[in-house]
C-alpha cells in the first residue's frame, strides 16, 4: 500500500489526501530533537536523549491529526515516517560519560549540567545534545558538598585503610568510561557487615537507570536475554553470588575488560555489544567457575567485610541517601585520583587472603602446579607419585573429591608443555609426567609465609 497518499472519503463525498509528509514534518517539530536506533526512539529532554518507545509516542502521532484521518493506519504511517527519517547508528549514542577527545577530559552528564573532570579540576558546564548522552545522574554535582554520616560508617566498616583505598576507588572506576584496568569487585562477609549499606548508598548517587542488578549465573548465561541492560549502565550492582557452579566464565571476562560480548534482547536480533559497565558483586559465598584459571583472578578484587554494629540502624540507608550529592563528589575525587595515577590498589590483608582462598577453589590444578611444583624441559615425575600429591593437596584444602578425578585432563589442557610419557625406572617401564616435577614439602613456617603473601599479586 501506498502509505504516502492514502486516500480518505469525506461525508461530503469529495476525495481528499492524507499527507503523510505533512504530519510527520509536523509531528517531528512538535516532539523536537530526535533519534531512532530500529523501534527504539530517543528524545532530548533538556538533559540527555530520553529512550522512549514507539507506543509512548504513538498518542503524538494521533492527536495531531484532523478528525477525518484520526485512524489507527494514518498514525502508523506518520510514525513510520519519522522513524526511517531520524535513524542513527547505535553506536552514535553513549551512556552518562565519555572521554573528550579534543583534552582527554571525562564528561559526566549529572542531574545539574555535565561535568568535565581531569585530574586538575572539575567543571560543571550546561548539558549539550551533541555529546549524545542516553542518560543522566540523579544527583546534582555541588563543588562544596559533603557526607560526614558516609565518611563515619565507611571507617567504622571498613576498618582497614587499604581496603577503604580499593573501595573509593572502585567507585571512582565506575565513573571511569572505560575498562582499561579490568577490574571486578566483589564485597564478601556473612550479612549485615554494611556491604550493600556502602554500595547502596553510592549507587543511590547514580540513580535505577545507571545500575543493573544481574546475577553472575545471569552474566554467565551465554543465552541470557539480560545482558543488554549493562549496554549503557555504569554498574551492575549483584546483591548476591548464586551458590551454583558456573559452567562458563567467558562473558564475565569479556565485561570485565571491556570487550565485545554478544546480547540478544527477547524476540531480538543478537548483537555485538560493548560496555563499560563494571561489574560489582555482594556475596556471602564466593564464585566457582567449572573451567576457572588465572583469568578470573586476575580481573578480581575482594574486600572482605566482617564488622558487625552493636545495634542496627533501621534508617542509616536513608540518611545517607540524603547524603549523596557529598558522595558523587567523593566519588568524584577518586575519579581524579585515577586520572593523575593510573594505578589499582590491592585492598586489605584480609580481602586478599579471600582472594587467595577464591584463587584456590577456582583453579585448583593451576594453584597446586604454580605452588607445589616445578616447571622445565628436563623434569618430571612418576604420574602415579604426582597423582597421589595432588590428592593430598586436595585433602588438605578441602577440595572436593570430584576435583582429583579430572586433574590429569586439566593438567595437560592448561600447561601445553606438560605432557605424559614414559621412563625405566629400576628396570621398569614406568608412566610419568613429563615437564614438571615435584617441590620438597614445605615446612610449616614456609607455608605460614605463603599464607601472608598472595601469589597472583599484580602491581
Known sequence: MDRVNLVEVSTN?????????????????????????????????????ASRTRDEMAPGAMGL??????????????????????????????????????????????????????HEDVQLVKHDPKWSFTAKTNTKFVADAECPQFQKVFEEMLPDEADRQLFQWFCGNVLYPSARFERALICYGPGGTGKSTLAEAFSTCLGEDLV??????????????????????????????????MDESTNYKLIVSGEHVEARSIYGKPFSMKTACKLWFLANTLPRFKSGTD????????????????????????????????????????????????????????????????S????????????????GPD???EKERLDQAFEEWCNKHGEPSSVHQWFFRRLYERFTDI????????????????????????????????????????G
Open 360 to 375: 584456590l577453589s577456582n583453579d585448583p590444578v593451576g594453584y597446586f602446579v604454580k605452588n607445589e611444583c616445578s616447571l
Open 13 to 49: 463525498g469529495k476525495a481528499s489526501k492524507f499527507r503523510e509528509t505533512l504530519y510527520a514534518k509536523q509531528f517531528l517539530s512538535k516532539v523536537g530533537k530526535l533519534k531512532c536506533v530500529g523501534d527504539e526512539w530517543f528524545v532530548w529532554d533538556g538533559a540527555c536523549w
Open 65 to 118: 491529526l484532523p478528525a477525518k484521518f484520526r485512524t489507527a493506519r494514518n498514525a502508523r504511517a506518520v510514525l513510520d515516517h519519522v522513524q526511517l527519517l531520524s535513524q542513527v547508528r547505535m553506536d552514535s549514542l553513549r551512556g552518562f560519560y565519555c572521554v573528550d577527545a579534543a583534552d582527554g577530559a571525562v564528561l559526566l552528564n549529572c542531574a545539574n549540567g555535565l561535568l568535565r573532570v581531569t
Open 379 to 381: 623434569a618430571w615425575v
Open 419 to 458: 605432557r605424559p610419557g614414559f621412563k625405566n625406572i629400576d628396570n621398569r617401564r614406568t608412566t610419568v609426567v613429563k615437564g614438571l616435577r615435584l617441590r620438597p614439602v614445605k615446612t610449616e613456617e614456609e607455608e605460614e609465609a605463603e599464607d601472608r603473601v598472595m601469589f597472583w599479586h599484580e
Open 212 to 245: 543493573a542488578a544481574l546475577s553472575m549465573s545471569r552474566i554467565c548465561d551465554s543465552k541470557s536475554y539480560s545482558l543488554p541492560k549493562l549496554r549503557w549502565a555504569a554498574v551492575n550492582l549483584g546483591t548476591e553470588i548464586d551458590t551454583i557452579e
Open 295 to 358: 583469568a578470573e583472578i586476575r580481573r578480581t578484587r575482594f574486600i572482605r567485610f566482617a564488622v558487625q554494629p552493636k545495634v542496627k540502624d533501621l534508617h542509616l540507608k536513608d540518611r545517607l541517601a540524603e547524603e549523596r550529592e557529598g558522595i558523587l563528589r567523593w566519588a568524584v575525587a577518586a575519579l581524579q585520583e585515577i586520572l593523575a595515577t593510573h594505578s589499582v590498589p590491592d585492598g586489605g590483608k584480609d580481602g586478599q587472603k579471600v582472594l587467595k582462598k577464591f
